[in-house]
């Protein structure tokens, strides 16, 4: 499995606080391992096809789409990010 990321998802981490980025590479290893992970809430986003949210802390979320080999991460942030996933 691997991890691909979409060029909006390079912008939101650029604005991200430390805290949350390091959060954000143990969430990673447990997507890798269990997308369905308890810790990561996973769930299909209403609306848009084809595109998960996952939870990194009660207020930050990040979103992917399933691919063949592993994951392509679209967005990270503030909760509101799911207003354009």
Do not use: C
């Amino acid at each position: 499995m691997e991890i691909r990321y979409a060029v909006s998802f390079g912008r939101d981490y650029k604005d991200l606080p430390q805290e949350m980025r390091m959060l954000l590479v143990k969430k990673f290893a447990l997507l890798l391992n269990n997308m369905r992970h308890p810790s990561l809430r996973t769930k299909k986003m209403e609306g848009h096809e084809g595109i998960w949210e996952a939870r990194i802390t009660k207020g930050y979320r990040f979103t992917f789409q399933k691919e063949i080999y592993g994951y392509l991460l679209r967005r990270v942030g503030p909760h509101d990010i799911l207003r354009n996933p």
